[in-house]
């Protein structure tokens, strides 16, 4: 019996010993699985607080990267940059995004929100704050003077003489239906009729014969003359003189000039021209300008017009072209140094609005006409936008003026042209010019006829040029980027 308890008692303790057992091992266990879990947590609340801190550097240098260079910050900002610490332990990233006025979503005044992102051992955490950029308005104020160079093309509304010592004197079957202005006397004989709008005399005005100043029924406008009249009374209200507004003993209004023509500057000047050739292909007649490289009159008479030789010269917007058999082109301003002469029976319809200058002479003859329109009727030619001026310098082959014959027109010619000539005019037969001309001396004789004036003549055309000095302010408001303000919104 004894012996059956010590047994028992034996196996109760083994239980006991047993169970004490597992239970220390559970608490060994529990203590050491718990210093694991307490060691994990402190090392990541350890890499947690360096990655903030290297957070706050990467935002710190992206503020600094915005205050020291603001205009070029966005070229590091934007892509990002990786720095790594001091310590070589984690990363630092910082970056920044810009919104404006243009961006989705739209800021005004601009802002750029920076970042800084530090990592520890895969722990991430970011900060960010927001600098506004504000916007600066300056204005500022600019001054300059320039020359400003205005062209005075009155003179082509008129038969236009500057007169001399004599008179100018128009004589046989002469019909001027445009206005007429002499700086000098002015003597009309046989059955001269004026008719034009204006008649303006610096000198005297004599008429005899049957010549007269407009009609009883058609009155021309005005009349200016500065010296004497006669017939007197000369008060526009009997004949041979009816005017609406008389003005005998007035000045000339208005005071109206010829122009002088710079012969050396435009023959350099002109390209196409004697220094500069046409662009290749245009098929010119050879010396078409000039057949040397100097201002001498020296290339004999020039042939715009050869028969079945088309031609195409240009340069830019200066063209003259001729197809050969009669249409030709004038566009902007050419220079010939020679002489012009046509005769026989050459009919030319031209285009364009242009100016043609010779060295020399020109000459008209025969039964030639050169007109804007097929028909050469003033019904049909409108010379505002379709008009042609010839100028010539009267200059022979020794640079001496050619005072006597330089412009002629004989014959039944029949022109639509600007006439400029340095020094005289002469007209007989039976001519019919319907555009103006400007000349120093002028004769009419024979059936003459005058119709149209140029109240636009081309941009080419020789005119008085006045220069002026022009200041012009100019104003202008700019408006920049100012200095980044103060970071606010901090967040991380």
């Known amino acids: 019996m004894s012996r059956r308890l010590l047994r028992d008692e034996r196996g109760f303790t083994l239980v006991l010993t047993l169970s004490a057992l597992l239970v220390l091992s559970l608490t060994a266990g529990a ?39 603001p205009q070029t910050a966005a070229s590091v900002l934007v892509p990002g940059t990786d720095i790594t610490p001091a310590d070589d332990i984690g990363t630092i990233h910082y970056d920044g995004v ?25 722990v991430v955490r970011t900060v960010s704050a927001q600098v506004s950029i504000p916007q600066v308005t300056s204005t500022t104020t600019y001054t300059s003077t320039n020359p400003v160079v205005t062209s005075d093309f009155s003179m082509w509304n008129y038969v236009y003489i500057d007169g001399g010592a004599g008179c100018t004197t128009i004589s046989g079957n002469v019909g001027i239906n445009v206005p007429l202005y002499t700086r000098g006397s002015l003597c009309l004989s046989g059955n001269v009729s004026f008719t034009g709008s204006d008649l303006e005399v610096g000198g005297a005005l004599t008429l005899t014969g049957n010549s007269k100043i407009g009609s009883s029924g058609a009155r021309i406008g005005r009349l200016n003359v500065v010296g004497a009249c006669t017939p007197a009374p000369c008060d526009g209200s009997h004949s041979p003189i009816w005017v609406n507004v008389p003005g005998v003993g007035h000045t000339l209004t208005p ?28 098929n010119v007649p050879a010396s078409f300008f000039d057949n040397n490289t100097s201002l001498d009159d020296s290339d004999g008479t020039i042939n715009l017009f050869p028969s079945g030789h088309p031609y195409d010269c240009h340069v830019g917007s200066n063209e003259i072209k001729w197809d050969g058999v009669k249409n030709l082109l004038v566009n902007g301003s050419f220079y010939f140094d020679g002489n012009f002469s046509l005769s026989g029976n050459t009919n030319v319809v031209y285009s364009g609005l242009g100016t043609l200058f010779f060295t020399g002479t020109l000459s008209f003859s025969g039964n030639t006409s050169v007109c804007g329109v097929s ?51 002469t007209t007989s037969g039976n001519p019919t010019n319907m555009g103006p001309i400007v000349t120093t001396s002028a ?50």
């Open 98 to 122: 810009l919104c404006t006025p243009t961006t989705t979503p739209a800021c005004n005044p601009k802002v750029w929100t920076l970042y800084g992102t530090g990592t520890v051992n895969g």
């Open 31 to 69: 203590i050491v699985t718990a210093t694991a879990v307490n060691h994990r947590s402190s090392l990541q609340s350890t890499n947690a607080e360096k990655a903030f801190a290297l957070a706050q550097q990467g935002l710190s240098y992206a503020e600094g990267r915005l205050y020291t260079a």
């Open 443 to 492: 004769s009419f004789s024979g059936n003459v006829s005058q119709m149209l004036p140029f109240h636009n003549p081309p941009t080419s055309a020789p005119a008085n040029t006045t220069t002026t000095q022009v200041t012009t302010t100019t104003t202008v408001t700019t408006t920049t980027d100012g200095a980044p303000g103060t970071p606010q919104g901090w967040s991380g």
């Open 255 to 282: 005071n109206v000039t010829k122009p002088v023509v710079n012969l050396p500057a435009t023959y350099s000047g002109s390209n196409p021209g004697p220094l500069y050739a046409c662009q290749a292909g245009s």
């Open 375 to 425: 028909t050469c009727t003033a019904a049909g030619w409108q010379p505002n936008t379709n008009a042609l001026v010839m100028v010539a310098g009267c200059q022979n082959s020794s640079g001496h003026l050619i005072t006597s014959g330089c412009v002629s027109v004989t014959g039944n010619v029949t022109t639509q042209i600007g006439f400029y000539s340095t020094t005289d005019f």
